[in-house]
C-alpha cells in the first residue's frame, strides 16, 4: 500500500509567524500531490496542489514545495493567522484519480 | 455551486445494526467518491464511481460495506451489520469529469456502540 506520512503530529505558531507543514511520500510514481486544510467538524478544503513536473508552486499566502529527490512535500503559510488553525493533510496520486492521504498535522495559532 | 452534500450528519446506532449514508455531489461531477477516515487519521478511500460504474472498490470490506450510485448522481453507502471499529466520518467527495481536484462534502459521523 501507499505510506503517506508527515514529520510533526503537532504544530504551534504564534499569529503573524511563518507555519511550514511537511510531509513525507514513498511512491516515486506520485504525479500529483493536494494539500488539504481540515476544520473541526468539516470535510477537507483544498488549498493548494502541484504535480511532479514542478518543484515550487505559490497560491495567496501559501506555498508548497516538492522535492522528489527526498520524496518530501512542504506546505509553507505566511503570516499565520488564528483562522489558519486546523488539521493538514498531503495527499498523493499515484494511479487513476485515487489519493492516498497522510496522517495530518494539527496546527494551532497562538494569538 | 452548491457543495457536495451529505446526510445524515451524525448517527449512533449499536452494533450489528445497519445504517446508510447519502450523497449528492456537485452537479456535473461524474466522479464520486466515498472516505472512511477514523479519528487522528487521513481519510481512506472506500469507493470510487466514475458515472454510475464502480472504478476502485478494493479497500471495501464487501461483507459488510456496499455503495451504489444508481443514476450516476447520488450515491448510498451502506454498512451491514455495523461492528465498532465502522466508528468514523464518512467522507463523500466528487470531481469533474478529467478534472483532478476532489471537493468534499462535510461528512458523517459514526458512532457504534
Known amino acids: 500500500g501507499e505510506s503517506v506520512g508527515l514529520h510533526l503530529p503537532t504544530l504551534s505558531v504564534q499569529e503573524g509567524d511563518n507555519s511550514i507543514i511537511n510531509c513525507a511520500y514513498s511512491?516515486?510514481?506520485?504525479?500529483?500531490f493536494i494539500w488539504y486544510k481540515q476544520e473541526s467538524g468539516k470535510g477537507p478544503q483544498f488549498i493548494i496542489d502541484?504535480?511532479?513536473?514542478?518543484d515550487k508552486r505559490q497560491g495567496q499566502r501559501v506555498t508548497v514545495l516538492l522535492n522528489k529527490t527526498v520524496k518530501h512535500l512542504s506546505l509553507q503559510i505566511a503570516a499565520t493567522q488564528p483562522g489558519d488553525s486546523a488539521v493538514y493533510f498531503c495527499a498523493e496520486r499515484s494511479g487513476g484519480n485515487q489519493f492516498y492521504f497522510g496522517t495530518g498535522t494539527s496546527l494551532t495559532v497562538i494569538p | 455551486e452548491a457543495g457536495v452534500a451529505q446526510s445524515p450528519r451524525y448517527k449512533i446506532i449499536e452494533k450489528r445494526q445497519s445504517v446508510a449514508f447519502w450523497c449528492n455531489p456537485i452537479?456535473?461531477?461524474?466522479?464520486l467518491y466515498w472516505y472512511q477516515q477514523i479519528l487522528g487519521q487521513g481519510p481512506k478511500l472506500l469507493i470510487q464511481f466514475q458515472n454510475n460504474g464502480v472504478v476502485d472498490d478494493s479497500q471495501l470490506p464487501k461483507d459488510r460495506f456496499s455503495a451504489e450510485r444508481l443514476k450516476g448522481v447520488d450515491s448510498t453507502l451502506k454498512i451491514q451489520p455495523a461492528k465498532l471499529e465502522d466508528s468514523a466520518v464518512y467522507l463523500c467527495?466528487?470531481?469533474?469529469?478529467?478534472?483532478?481536484?476532489?471537493?468534499f462534502g462535510p461528512g458523517t459521523r459514526l458512532t457504534v456502540l
Open positions: 502541484i504535480r511532479s513536473n514542478m
Open positions: 467527495a466528487s470531481s469533474r469529469p478529467g478534472g483532478d481536484t476532489q471537493y
Open positions: 452537479s456535473g461531477h461524474a466522479t
Open positions: 511512491n516515486s510514481a506520485s504525479d500529483y
